[in-house]
C-alpha cells in the first residue's frame, strides 16, 4: 500500500527571483557595503553569494545572518529563505520554531509563499501548536495570491471556524452543485448538493440543508440517501438525533440494496432472528440466538468425559454465562472446542462466530470459514448462509459469488429464511442468475413462511404490482398484516395505506390511523404525520423517538431549560453561540454549554466539546481533556468520536501512545458506521501495528470503508488490487475502485486512473480520457497528476506539443511537493528545452528533486558537481551525491560512486 506523498514547501517562485537577483551581482564588495549601509535588497542578494559560493567561499550560517538581516530590513523574500534555511537544515541546525517565526514576517510583508508554508506548518503543528483554523487562513491568503496548492489544500481542509474556499474566479469551484436537476428529480444531484451543502464546499456548511436533501434523494429510490440519512439520524447531523428512525432509513437503504445499511440494521436489532438486507444479500450476524441448554453442569460435565457432544456444548455455555459453574472463559472455549471435534455442528458455528468477530483472540476469518464450512457439512444451516457471505464479502475465503449463490440455496433449502430471500433479491434484480419474477416470488415465499418479515413485505409489493405472480391487493394485505404484527414498521404503514385507500381490504380509516400509529411507534415519521392527519390534528413538536410529542423549549426558555437539567437545551445553546445564529456568536460559551449537555447525558454535546479542546476552538488547546470528552462520546455511541479517539492513541497525543488501544476504538468507529474508522484500522492491519499484520483483513475493512464513503479507503484498495499486495492483482478491479475515489474527489486515486488508461492496463487505453483524469487530479492538489499531465505537453502523447503548458505544469507539480516535476523542470532548464538555457536553475531544481529523494535528481545534480556545470567543480560533494543517489537504487549512479573512488585511492 503506497502512502501519500507528504506536502513539500512551495519554495520555487521564490528561489527563482533570487537566483536571477543574485545572477546579476558581480560587485561583491559594493553589495557588502550596501547591506552595511542598511540596504535590505542588497543583503538578500549578497546572502545568495554566501549560500552559493560563486564568489567567494560557501558560507550557509552566513547566508543565514544575511537572510535575517535583510528580513529585518524589511525584505519579505528574505524572511522566507532564511525560514526554509532553518526549516530544511540546508547548512545550518534545523529550528523550527524560529522558521515558523521568520515565514510569518514573510507573509505579513505579502510574500505567498511564506503564508503558503506557514499555512503546511499550522496544518502538522511543526514548530507552532497545531491550529486548523490559522492553516486555513494563511493558505487562503496564499490561494487569494493565485497559488493553486494553497487553493487545493485549502478545499480539503475541514475544520470549524475554517470554512473551505473554491480556486479563484470559480465561487461554486469545478463541479458546483445543481439545485435544478435536483428539483427536477435527479437523484445524484440531490446527493451531491447534500455533500457539498455537509462539507461546505462552494456553498455555506448547512447540516439541514443537506439532510433535506439527502431525505430527497432517499425517497426518489437512492439507497446511500437512505444510508447517510439513517447516519444523521443516528448522529443528530441535520436532524434531531433518533435511532429509531435511523433504523427507518437503513433499512431503507438495505432495502435499495445498500450493504452498509443491511449491517447497520442489524447491530441496530441485535438479538432479533430475522435480518433486514434488501437488494444486497442479508450480513452474517452470527444467526439467531441460540436456546440456553438445560442440562444440569454436573450431569453435563459426566456425559461430555463419556462422549456426550452435546453434553460438552452445554457445559461450555453454563462455564461462558457461569450457571451453575464459575465464569470460565478459557474453559468454555475449549469445551465449545471439544463439542466440535465430536461432531456438534452448533459448537463449530459458535466457535466461528467467536473466532470471525474477534472473541477468542484476535480476529481469525480464515479459522471462522473453515469452522463454517465444517458446521455447514454437518448439515447446520445458518452456518452455510454465514459461509455465504463470507464467499460475498471475501473474509478467510477467496471472493466467489458462484459459491455464494450454492450456500445461499442450500441453506434455503434446509430451512434458513435470509438465505431464501437472499436468492430471491437475486432472481428479482438479475445478479449472477437470469432475472425471473416467479422464481423471485417463490423463494420470497419461502422466506415469509419462515418467518422472516422482510421476506413478506416485499411478497406483499410482488402482488400488489403483479411481479411475478397474479395481481391481489387481498394477498398483499393479508402479507402486510403478517410483517406488521413481526415489527415490520413498513409493513404496518403500508397496511395502513390499503385501508385507507381500501386496497384489498374494507375502507376504514380508523384501522387506518391505528396502523400508522403502529408505524409512528417504530420511529417512520410518515407514519405520525398520516395518523395525526386521520385525527384531525395538526403539526406538532416531536420528543427524541419520533412520536408525537410536546414542542422544544423556545429559544428565551432555553438558558432556563439548561440550567434545570435539560441536555438538549444545552446542546442547542451551544450550537446557537458556535453558529452565531440569534446570538452574538461566542465559541467560549459554546464550549461551556456543550460540557454541560455532555455532563447531563447529550452524546453530541461530548463529541463536540472535545473537538473544541482538541482544537483549541473558543478554550486553551487541551488533548487530555478532549480526549475524556471523546471518550464519553464513543461510550454513548458516537462512532466518529470512537476514531478520533483512536487517533489520540495512536499519536501518543493527550493519552498514553498504545496503538491496541487505537485499534479497539478503530473497530468500535468501523462498527458503529464510521468509514474512516475502517480505513484507519485497516492500516494497523497492514502494517500489523497493535494487531497482527493481515493484508487479507486490511482489505476487507478498506472495502468496508469504500461502501461507506470513505475515498480514502477506495484508494488504497485500488492501490492494493494495483499493486497485487496482498491481494491478486487486477488492475480491472482497481480501476472501479480508482474510479470511484476519483468520482469523490480523491484527487491521487484521479491520478492513478489516469495511469490505467494512459497506458491501456485493465481497461482500454485512452490517452485523452487520461489527460482530464490528470487535470482533475493536478487541480485538487496532487502534485504528480500535475507533473504527469506536464509530461504529456512536453512529449505531445493525447495532447498538442506545448512546451510552455509542460513547463507550468511541471511547476505546478514541483510546488506542491513531487521531486519528479522538479527534475524535469531541471532538464528543461539545463538543455534550454522551451526556456533560456540556464544552469543555475538547472542545478537548482535538480537540488530540490534530490532534497526530495528523486534518485535522478541527485544524480544530475552530482553530474554538475563532477564537472563544474552552472556550479564550482567538486568531486566530494559529486560522490556525496552520487551516494545519494546509489542509495535510492539509482544503478548508474553506483557505478560512477564505484569509478570515482578508485580515482580517488
Known sequence: MKTPILHVASILAALFLA??????????????SACDGGDARACFRLAFVHADGKQVPKDVPKALALFVKACDGGHAAGCFSAGMKLRLGFGVPRDLKRAAALFRRGCDGGFVSACQELGSLYLRGIGVPKDLAKAARFYRKACDAGRSGACARLRKLKTAGAATRQRPNSPQGRNAPDQSACDNGDVKACMGLAAAYARGRGVPRDRRKAAALLRKACDGGHARGCFFLAVGYMRGLGVRQNPRQAAIYFGKACDGGHQGGCEELRKLNAGRATARPGGAPASSGG???????????????????????????????AYAKGRGVPKD???SVILTHKACDLGYPKACHALAIGYGRGLIGQRDPQRAAALYRKACDAGFMKSCFNLGNAYREGKGVARDMNKMAALYRKACDGGEPRSCYNIGVMYRKGVLVGRDLRVS???????????????????AGMYVKGSGVPRDESIAASLLRKACGGGHVMGCFNLGVAHERGAGVARDDAKAARFYAKACQGGLRRGCDAARRLNGQGPRGRNERGAPGGQPPSRARLPVACDAGDARACFRLGELYRTGKSVARHLGRAAAYYRRACEAGDVRGCARAGRMHDLGIGVPRDRALAARFFRQACDGGAARSCNVLGVLYSKGDGVPRDKRQAARLYLKACDGGNAVGCTNLAHLYYNGAGVPRDKTQAAALLRKACAGGDMEGCSRIGQMYDDGDGLTRNRTVAAK??????????????????????????????????????????DGGDAIGCTNLGYMHDAGKGMPLDKARAIAFYRRGCDDGDPGGCFNLGLMHGKGDGVPRNKTLAGLYFRIACDGGDPKGCYNYALMFEAGYGVRKNSRRARQLYARACDLRNQRACAKLRTLTNQAR
Open 19 to 32: 537566483v536571477a537577483e543574485a545572477a546579476a551581482i558581480e560587485n561583491v564588495e559594493q553589495l557588502r
Open 287 to 317: 444467526g439467531a440466538r441460540q436456546p440456553e441448554p438445560t442440562r444440569a453442569p454436573d450431569a453435563a460435565a459426566a456425559d461430555c468425559d463419556k462422549g456426550d457432544a452435546k453434553a460438552c456444548y452445554d457445559i461450555a455455555f
Open 329 to 331: 472463559k478459557r474453559r
Open 441 to 459: 416470488a417463490a423463494f420470497l415465499a419461502r422466506a415469509c413462511q419462515n418467518n422472516l418479515m422482510i421476506g413478506c413485505f416485499h411478497l
Open 737 to 778: 475502485f480508482f474510479r470511484k475515489a476519483c468520482d469523490g474527489d480523491h484527487a491521487q486515486s484521479c491520478n492513478n486512473l489516469a495511469v490505467l488508461y494512459a497506458s491501456g492496463d485493465g481497461v482500454p487505453r485512452d490517452v485523452k480520457r487520461a489527460a482530464t483524469l490528470y487535470l482533475k487530479a493536478c
